[in-house]
């Protein structure tokens, strides 16, 4: 005789999936959301935007966003994220100079287009907003920051970068610069400053 009581349906390791608590997450409007936080970034300023028109735009409620991210800072910079950080592979091809030169042009190129502009506003914001400030480093440049020192780490282990350099130390050397040129000075680094940069920086760092 059948039973009125569901059976939970096995997961991927046969064992019985267990219910999470309230409804599953919906995949397609999370992508909305996403897509809408980024391009309400693209033809407004990150001040301007509010959970609001986020949900607006995606066609769905606030809740439905606050279910994912806790404030306006953490879904724009994960849309941001979402968009910018695939442009930005940090690159192993076993040449020291080769990685360095094109991950650091890329960041160049990226820092001159729209991308420019919109971590200017988030990194101007996060001087005075905390949720920013925490949004930013966790889901930006902590997360960017880490795979940057993995590789570095691993060109050391190699050999090709010199062991007694801090690789915290090389990467304010490698991208203060590009911040400087377009947060101080207003100006695009554009890849042949950014060349130029590394052309200084590796002699001083690059094992003999």
Request: glycine share 6%.
């Amino acid at each position: 005789m059948a039973t009125k009581q569901a059976q939970a349906r096995p997961g991927a390791d046969g064992a019985p999936a267990r219910r999470g608590r309230g409804r599953p997450r919906d995949e397609a409007a999370r992508q909305r959301i996403l897509e809408a936080a980024l391009k309400l970034l693209e033809d407004t300023s990150f001040a301007e935007i509010t959970i609001e028109s986020i949900a607006a735009r995606a066609r769905v409620g606030k809740a439905t966003v606050y279910r994912w991210w806790p404030n306006k800072a953490a879904v724009v910079i994960e849309a941001f994220r979402e968009a910018f950080a695939p442009q930005l592979p940090f690159p192993e091809t076993g040449s020291f100079r080769d990685d360095i030169k094109a991950q650091v042009r890329s960041f160049a190129r990226v820092l001159s287009g729209g991308a420019g502009r919109m971590l200017s506003e988030f990194i101007v914001a996060a001087r005075t907003d905390p949720d920013v400030a925490h949004a930013f480093r966790t889901l930006w440049s902590d997360v960017r920051r880490g795979e940057a020192r993995r590789v570095l780490t691993r060109h050391q282990e190699r050999g090709q970068m010199r062991r007694d350099v801090d690789p915290d130390l090389v990467l304010d050397a490698l991208y203060g610069p590009l911040y400087f040129r377009l947060l101080a000075k207003n100006e695009q680094p554009g890849p042949k400053y950014a060349e130029a940069l590394v052309d200084l920086l590796l002699p001083s760092i690059a094992s003999d």
